[in-house]
């Protein structure tokens, strides 16, 4: 006999992600697309393809409304630029790992697992790198 699960409460006393935190975060993760070569059209479907003016504004400083599809997105890709800071010490190396095939991802680079689009995608470069510095 199967029993319905009760669902659990959300959590509001649980603090999110705050419209500040999300501007900084979207202002260094721009920067962090340029350390790692990434064309516009790549970086747009990292960030979940977010529309060409979108971006275009972003680059400039006009985040807009961040909701919480993109501020995960965020968090994940500060999450892989800390850990390329830990598993690589010159951080040029680090840079450059996002571009290059790696046997781990079928011989696809970092950068175009992540430029799949989907958000698991992002959790799985993310995944790797927190395995790699002993992160579990």
């Given at each position: 006999?199967?029993?319905?699960?009760?669902?659990?409460a959300?959590r509001?006393?649980?603090?999110?992600?705050t419209?500040?935190?999300?501007?900084?975060?979207?202002?260094?993760?721009?920067?962090?697309?340029?350390?790692?070569?990434?064309?516009?059209?790549?970086a747009?479907?990292?960030?979940?393809?977010?529309?060409?003016?979108?971006?275009?504004r972003?680059?400039t400083?006009?985040h807009?409304?961040?909701?919480?599809?993109?501020?995960?997105?965020?968090?994940?890709?500060?999450?892989?630029h800390k850990?390329?800071?830990?598993?690589?010490?010159?951080?040029?190396?680090?840079?450059?790992?996002?571009?290059?095939?790696?046997?781990?991802?079928?011989?696809?680079?970092?950068a175009?697992?992540?430029?799949?689009?989907?958000?698991?995608?992002?959790?799985?470069?993310?995944?790797?790198?927190?395995?790699?510095?002993?992160?579990?």
């Amino acid at each position: 006999m199967l029993v319905e699960i009760p669902r659990t409460a959300a959590r509001p006393d649980v603090p999110q992600i705050t419209a500040e935190e999300a501007s900084a975060a979207a202002r260094a993760v721009i920067k962090l697309f340029e350390k790692w070569n990434l064309t516009d059209a790549v970086a747009r479907e990292i960030l979940g393809g977010i529309a060409a003016r979108t971006y275009a504004r972003w680059k400039t400083g006009d985040h807009g409304r961040i909701d919480r599809d993109l501020a995960t997105r965020l968090s994940l890709l500060m999450g892989i630029h800390k850990g390329l800071r830990i598993v690589f010490t010159d951080p040029e190396r680090g840079y450059a790992w996002i571009g290059k095939p790696n046997q781990a991802f079928g011989g696809s680079s970092p950068a175009e697992i992540m430029a799949q689009g989907d958000i698991f995608s992002l959790a799985r470069v993310r995944s790797y790198l927190d395995a790699e510095r002993g992160g579990w």
